[in-house]
């Protein structure tokens, strides 16, 4: 575990960590067969994210970082190593629904309202009626959808329509968390925005988030855990214990501590491209 | 509402067109009245003027002309004696008279309904058996597309014969023939709307650990809608010709079809002729009808196009 020098937060952190990981990988590797032959997708990623974490992962495209996020949510299968998930295998973690995954589009069902597409897991998982009415109403507060409810998915804007899909991934009981990139097709200003309000959420809910983005303000602006990948084979570069505090204005971007850190992802991110 | 204006520049035209050819069609039987009556024709026998052509005989004989809007039983009808025929066959007698068209009409429209649902509850059913099992997906497709090869003007008899023999006549035979041409675009249409969520929206299930019964109730059927509308026009109007052709073979008394047979072999093309017209009208506002349906149901579920 790497973290920033002489920093005693990010000690105490780690030493937690040992005691409390939610998802541990150690020598993961998922290796696809294509008709060019095999593709290493991921290469010996190990990694320990402790309860109530925001770890980024970042890097170019084809360096693995959503293919370990699928990798974490049972949907691929990795090929060698082990990795586990609230103590079970990813397949069995999923199963007990252990997670809320968001993806790059919100995916919101047109035939669905709001508040109908918020409902599905519920309706899926078998949540009773009243329940469900309450969740629906909580999460959508949660997401500042409040008096969206009613309305269908092509009356909202795109980030309001994402915001739905994070709220649909928060409407049952998931500790964990897992964004595939989902403020990617946003513009700037309404991604800080919604990165601001993520943030609140996180702090609110205290769920564990992984977080997949190719932009370096965001993955340091959001994260206390940074990773850096880099591709072919796909693997970790530099894994960031992020200094800054929990709580955090938009404003922090500019203070030279998060400099600091944007910069070391920066390194990291030409040190996995220099082997290209 | 904008297409209007373009549908009836078309239809002016066809009628424009209809309109000029009934002369050179006529004129022959025109000339031959006339000449059985007291007018002068040139030329005067009527063997002579077979071997004259028709534009030429018209323009020898303009009086004629007029005639041939007025035969009984021209070769080709003019459209306003279609018009007639269609009025005085469909409002001007008792809808419960062999010789109304609305008496046909609804001896044909009940074996294309019941036709039209079956085809479509059997297409629906073919097409979820297909997108859910690999082996109906190999062994049944292949088989449906052949079932559409064989000229249903072949196998209608077939089934009509079949089925009387097994003592089932009527309606039956023709639904059963109606259903065996709607139920086609049925399959191909709701296996492509079944099959059209994305791998983001099937890995979205997935994540909730959702059944493959739920994926269907919640994803698919709904995401199958707009194609199941668009096969179901298709397949309307497949069911209207089935039922048609089934009332041929059998000299069915009654029906679109019987009409058609009894103005051929009788020599009264108005009567065929209305009956076409009859049935064209239908096929349109069925047509109409669904996608009147289809409009509505895809605003309400947020999926017009």
């Given at each position: 575990?790497?973290?920033?020098?002489?920093?005693?937060?990010?000690?105490?952190?780690?030493?937690?960590?040992?005691?409390?990981?939610?998802?541990?990988?150690?020598?993961?590797?998922?290796?696809?067969?294509?008709?060019?032959?095999?593709?290493?997708?991921?290469?010996?990623?190990?990694?320990?994210?402790?309860?109530?974490?925001?770890?980024?992962?970042?890097?170019?495209?084809?360096?693995?970082?959503?293919?370990?996020?699928?990798?974490?949510?049972?949907?691929?299968?990795?090929?060698?190593?082990?990795?586990?998930?609230?103590?079970?295998?990813?397949?069995?973690?999923?199963?007990?629904?252990?997670?809320?995954?968001?993806?790059?589009?919100?995916?919101?069902?047109?035939?669905?309202?709001?508040?109908?597409?918020?409902?599905?897991?519920?309706?899926?998982?078998?949540?009773?009626?009243?329940?469900?009415?309450?969740?629906?109403?909580?999460?959508?507060?949660?997401?500042?959808?409040?008096?969206?409810?009613?309305?269908?998915?092509?009356?909202?804007?795109?980030?309001?329509?994402?915001?739905?899909?994070?709220?649909?991934?928060?409407?049952?009981?998931?500790?964990?968390?897992?964004?595939?990139?989902?403020?990617?097709?946003?513009?700037?200003?309404?991604?800080?925005?919604?990165?601001?309000?993520?943030?609140?959420?996180?702090?609110?809910?205290?769920?564990?988030?992984?977080?997949?983005?190719?932009?370096?303000?965001?993955?340091?602006?959001?994260?206390?855990?940074?990773?850096?990948?880099?591709?072919?084979?796909?693997?970790?570069?530099?894994?960031?214990?992020?200094?800054?505090?929990?709580?955090?204005?938009?404003?922090?971007?500019?203070?030279?501590?998060?400099?600091?850190?944007?910069?070391?992802?920066?390194?990291?991110?030409?040190?996995?491209?220099?082997?290209? | 509402?904008?297409?209007?204006?373009?549908?009836?520049?078309?239809?002016?035209?066809?009628?424009?067109?209809?309109?000029?050819?009934?002369?050179?069609?006529?004129?022959?039987?025109?000339?031959?009245?006339?000449?059985?009556?007291?007018?002068?024709?040139?030329?005067?026998?009527?063997?002579?003027?077979?071997?004259?052509?028709?534009?030429?005989?018209?323009?020898?004989?303009?009086?004629?002309?007029?005639?041939?809007?007025?035969?009984?039983?021209?070769?080709?009808?003019?459209?306003?004696?279609?018009?007639?025929?269609?009025?005085?066959?469909?409002?001007?007698?008792?809808?419960?008279?062999?010789?109304?068209?609305?008496?046909?009409?609804?001896?044909?429209?009940?074996a294309?309904?019941l036709g039209?649902?079956m085809g479509?509850?059997l297409?629906?059913?073919?097409?979820?058996?297909?997108?859910?099992?690999?082996?109906?997906?190999?062994?049944?497709?292949?088989w449906?597309?052949a079932s559409q090869?064989i000229p249903i003007l072949a196998l209608a008899p077939m089934i009509i014969v079949v089925m009387g023999a097994l003592g089932i006549q009527g309606l039956l035979p023709k639904a059963i023939i109606s259903a065996y041409l709607?139920f086609?675009?049925?399959?191909?249409?709701?296996?492509?709307?079944?099959?059209?969520?994305?791998?983001?929206?099937?890995?979205?299930?997935?994540?909730?650990?959702?059944?493959?019964?739920?994926?269907?109730?919640?994803?698919?059927?709904?995401?199958?809608?707009?194609?199941?509308?668009?096969?179901?026009?298709?397949?309307?109007?497949?069911?209207?010709?089935g039922a048609i052709v089934g009332e041929l073979p059998t000299g069915a008394?009654?029906g679109?079809g019987?009409?058609?047979?009894?103005?051929?072999?009788?020599?009264?093309?108005?009567?065929?002729?209305?009956?076409?017209?009859?049935?064209?009208?239908?096929?349109?506002?069925?047509?109409?009808?669904?996608?009147?349906?289809?409009?509505?149901?895809?605003?309400?579920?947020?999926?017009?196009?």
């Amino acid at each position: 575990m790497v973290s920033v020098d002489g920093n005693p937060q990010g000690l105490e952190h780690s030493a937690k960590t040992a005691r409390s990981a939610v998802i541990s990988a150690s020598s993961v590797d998922l290796t696809f067969q294509t008709n060019d032959g095999p593709v290493h997708a991921l290469k010996d990623v190990s990694l320990d994210i402790e309860k109530g974490d925001f770890v980024s992962f970042i890097g170019p495209s084809g360096c693995g970082k959503t293919t370990f996020l699928r990798c974490i949510a049972g949907l691929e299968t990795p090929t060698g190593g082990a990795l586990s998930v609230n103590g079970m295998t990813p397949d069995e973690a999923r199963r007990a629904r252990a997670y809320g995954y968001v993806f790059q589009a919100a995916g919101l069902y047109p035939w669905r309202t709001i508040g109908g597409n918020v409902k599905l897991p519920l309706e899926i998982m078998g949540y009773s009626k009243a329940e469900q009415e309450a969740r629906v109403r909580r999460v959508l507060e949660l997401v500042d959808l409040a008096g969206f409810a009613r309305k269908y998915p092509w009356q909202l804007s795109g980030g309001m329509q994402q915001r739905a899909s994070i709220a649909r991934a928060l409407a049952f009981d998931a500790d964990i968390l897992l964004m595939d990139e989902p403020f990617g097709a946003l513009d700037e200003i309404v991604r800080d925005h919604l990165n601001e309000q993520l943030l609140q959420l996180w702090a609110r809910t205290e769920k564990t988030i992984g977080f997949v983005t190719h932009s370096i303000p965001e993955a340091v602006y959001l994260s206390t855990k940074i990773v850096v990948m880099s591709p072919r084979p796909g693997r970790i570069a530099d894994v960031i214990e992020s200094t800054l505090p929990r709580e955090r204005p938009l404003d922090i971007r500019d203070s030279p501590e998060f400099i600091a850190i944007a910069h070391r992802v920066r390194d990291g991110l030409r040190a996995g491209h220099a082997d290209d | 509402m904008r297409s209007v204006l373009p549908v009836l520049t078309i239809v002016a035209f066809i009628l424009g067109f209809w309109t000029l050819a009934v002369v050179p069609m006529n004129i022959h039987l025109a000339a031959d009245q006339a000449a059985r009556g007291d007018m002068v024709v040139e030329p005067d026998d009527a063997r002579a003027r077979q071997e004259v052509g028709a534009f030429a005989l018209a323009l020898g004989n303009p009086a004629v002309i007029p005639m041939t809007y007025t035969l009984d039983r021209p070769r080709l009808p003019g459209p306003q004696q279609v018009v007639v025929e269609l009025w005085n066959t469909v409002f001007a007698v008792a809808p419960t008279s062999n010789r109304s068209l609305i008496y046909h009409g609804w001896v044909t429209l009940s074996a294309t309904l019941l036709g039209f649902g079956m085809g479509t509850a059997l297409g629906i059913a073919l097409a979820v058996g297909i997108v859910f099992s690999r082996t109906m997906d190999l062994s049944v497709m292949p088989w449906a597309i052949a079932s559409q090869t064989i000229p249903i003007l072949a196998l209608a008899p077939m089934i009509i014969v079949v089925m009387g023999a097994l003592g089932i006549q009527g309606l039956l035979p023709k639904a059963i023939i109606s259903a065996y041409l709607s139920f086609f675009p049925v399959v191909v249409g709701m296996v492509k709307g079944l099959r059209s969520p994305d791998a983001m929206q099937l890995d979205l299930l997935r994540t909730y650990s959702a059944g493959p019964a739920q994926g269907f109730w919640k994803l698919r059927l709904p995401a199958s809608v707009p194609y199941l509308f668009a096969s179901l026009k298709i397949g309307i109007s497949a069911s209207l010709v089935g039922a048609i052709v089934g009332e041929l073979p059998t000299g069915a008394r009654a029906g679109f079809g019987a009409r058609m047979l009894v103005g051929d072999q009788y020599g009264q093309p108005l009567v065929t002729w209305a009956a076409l017209f009859a049935a064209a009208i239908t096929a349109a506002a069925l047509v109409g009808l669904f996608a009147a349906l289809e409009r509505v149901t895809l605003k309400r579920m947020g999926m017009a196009a």
